[in-house]
């Protein structure tokens, strides 16, 4: 099994193509996405539209939860979220469709299919829980945990800041990174590409550069000087 995986797209629409060109480019037809989608760049509708038009499985992050509970938990949110968040949340809540909210609002915080007779949890954050998260030097006893809750043998998780895959138990974690950080004038976007083809199975991470002329117009047009700089861990929007 060959499949694709990228997560935190952030309404980065360039990187977003990026990567999507590049896993055309490579013949992987099987692409999930970790959530974070829309949340820090000037394109959340054009992200989504881009989302929807791909066969691909897909799930809600923090980010997600955040713009779409923006303004009906605003007074709430407001008391524990950090005031330049909160607005970049008002803010694309606002500019983002309606239909679009609803199918933001509408994805699952956890999914669990099959690919070529293995199963994949797909989720933000980890199987138990869409603000825990699992890291690189994290021990072996936090991934069993999420192990036996999940019952799979692929989890890929959206969330954090560093890509990093590890083997536990018979089990692949990945966790493919932010696709949407951006710098300067040439940025890179990341994914991972999973592989249970050779073992030990294994997940290989790509840096794709991607021209960013377009962003300070798209910004300026609405009303923006630069782009949104979120914290890597969002207090969970319920």
């Known amino acids: 099994?060959?499949?694709?995986?990228?997560?935190?797209?952030?309404?980065?629409?360039?990187?977003?193509?990026?990567?999507?060109a590049a896993i055309d480019n490579a013949g992987i037809h099987t692409i999930a996405n970790a959530g974070d989608s829309v949340l820090g760049y000037p394109w959340p509708n054009e992200v989504l539209v881009r989302l929807q038009s791909r066969r691909m499985h897909s799930v809600q992050g923090e980010l997600d939860r955040l713009v779409v509970r923006a303004r009906r938990k605003a007074d709430s949110l407001r008391e524990r979220i950090d005031p330049v968040l909160m607005d970049a949340a008002t803010w694309t809540h606002r500019v983002t469709l309606s239909s679009n909210l609803e199918f933001l609002g509408t994805l699952p915080r956890r999914i669990v299919y099959s690919v070529e007779g293995l199963s994949v949890c797909l989720c933000h954050g980890s199987p138990c829980s869409q603000s825990e998260r699992l890291g690189p030097g994290d021990d072996d006893s936090r991934f069993r945990r999420q192990r036996e809750y999940a019952n799979v043998h692929v989890v890929i998780m959206g969330g954090g800041s560093e890509p990093f895959s590890r083997i536990v138990d018979g089990t692949l974690f990945v966790n493919p990174g932010i696709a949407g950080r951006g710098e300067g004038n040439v940025s890179t976007a990341c994914y991972a590409v999973i592989s249970t083809e050779t073992s030990p199975w294994s997940a290989e991470f790509h840096h794709i550069p991607y021209e960013t002329d377009s962003l300070k117009e798209q910004l300026a047009s609405r009303g923006l000087d630069r782009p949104w700089s979120l914290p890597d861990d969002v207090p969970p929007a319920d």
Not at 1 to 20: Q, S, Y
């Open 1 to 20: 099994m060959l499949m694709a995986a990228f997560g935190g797209v952030r309404g980065n629409l360039p990187a977003l193509d990026a990567v999507l």
